[in-house]
């Protein structure tokens, strides 16, 4: 065993708080899934697991609760912080070194149990890169048992790691929401680009089905969509993309999938997307409270998540890379995310219609109905009056 373990013996499962410190519901419930996932690691430890996460969220306690566990089952685990193990390494191209580089390098190769915490705060030399690819596609060649914390998104690790690292046929990757545990009782949940204090009265008892007005395929087909929204709302699982023309009641039916949650005791975050990007610009401006660092993340880690009216927005270049950012962080983290759009899924940027395309992550549902056209020109009932559909 090399590395600092012998300093993290008090870091157990049975140390760990996966209730947080006055945290909300729902990085509470992502907190014990992920405690839960690390437990179920260390009891039978096959394939990788990368934990992602903040600073201070937990990654190491976790990642060293795994060790300590499997020191108590009788295995020897290796545990090194990423920095240290190229530090031991280029030590060991020393004359007075006692242990030469290649014993030193194999060891960690081919160790039982690897843990390396902190990938992607080592200095990314070419040497440094060098030796992690190696490092890791030995262990991915061999089928290793290895647990990797990083506190950063896999679009910003070196392309060769990363390609290790997205092969979900071996790597489970668990993302914790929890903000630093050192700062406990300073979460702040609720944003200013939340927006869905204007959609208070957006709900499913107050969602029309406009009965009379659709023919027979729409009708269906919209209460259907209230059954899937409904599903959602009490269990968000991935994704959820709602489609159809403007007015057919996508953002009323989000906007109901968010206030259920917020009244479940969830947080939830629903904003436009032109508007979020604008936030985002906005946040460059020196005069801003917020840094753009900061504005993103809250966004990107948000527990719940909606995106209303994707592709209104100005396709720059940078507003794609943003958004891909941000969908390809909900869609590896597997977060709760319902995204509404009028445009057609092939005139999407490619890089996002991958992700909506996925159904194992993401739920579509296309509502066929036309966009509502008001009482004024809704069809009279027996008592002369018109049937009122309310906005949808």
């Known amino acids: 065993m090399m590395g600092n373990l012998k300093f993290l013996e008090r870091f157990t499962f049975e140390t760990f708080c996966p209730e947080g410190h006055g945290i909300s519901p729902d990085r509470q419930q992502n907190l014990r899934r992920a405690y839960e996932g690390a437990m179920a690691y260390a009891r039978h430890p096959k394939g990788w697991l990368l934990l992602r996460g903040g600073y201070g969220c937990g990654k190491t306690h976790l990642a060293a609760a795994i060790a300590n566990a499997s020191i108590a089952q009788g295995r020897m685990p290796f545990f090194v912080t990423v920095p240290d193990l190229l530090d031991h390494l280029r030590a060991s191209f020393a004359p007075n070194t006692t242990e030469g580089y290649s014993e030193r390098f194999e060891m960690v190769r081919n160790a039982p149990l690897l843990i390396l915490d902190d990938l992607g705060t080592e200095q990314g030399t070419a040497w440094a890169l060098e030796k992690l690819f190696q490092l890791l ?22 392309l060769r790691l990363r390609s290790r690292l997205a092969d979900s046929e071996l790597v489970e990757i668990i993302t914790i929401l929890a903000p630093d545990f050192r700062q406990a009782g300073v979460e702040h949940t609720e944003s200013d680009l939340n927006t869905l204090a204007f959609y ?101 880690r948000a527990p719940f998540l909606v995106l209303d009216d994707l592709g209104t927005e100005s396709a720059t270049p940078w507003a794609q890379e943003k958004l891909f950012q941000l969908f390809n962080y909900r869609y590896v983290a597997k977060l709760p995310t319902v995204i509404t759009t009028a445009r057609e899924l092939e005139k999407l940027d490619p890089k996002l219609r991958t992700r909506l395309l996925d159904t194992r992550r993401c739920t579509p549902f296309a509502i066929l109905a036309p966009s509502y056209r008001g009482t004024a020109n809704l069809p009279k009932s027996k008592s002369g009056r018109s049937r009122g559909t309310g906005k949808s």
């Open 137 to 158: 596609n030995h262990r991915y060649m061999t089928r290793l048992p290895t647990v990797i914390t990083t506190n950063h998104d896999l679009e910003e690790l070196d």
């Open 200 to 300: 208070t009265d957006m709900t499913f008892d107050t969602f029309e089905l406009r009965q009379g007005e659709l023919d027979r395929e729409q009708a269906t087909n919209l209460v259907r969509a209230v059954e899937v929204a409904r599903t959602y709302a009490e269990n968000p699982v991935g994704m959820l993309l709602l489609t159809g023309t403007y007015g057919c009641g996508k953002t009323h039916l989000a906007a109901a999938i968010a206030n259920t949650r917020t009244r479940l005791g969830h947080t939830a975050l629903f904003v436009v997307v032109p508007d979020l990007l604008d936030h985002l610009r906005a946040a460059f401006n020196p005069q801003s409270s917020l840094s753009y660092d900061k504005r993103f993340e809250e966004v990107k």
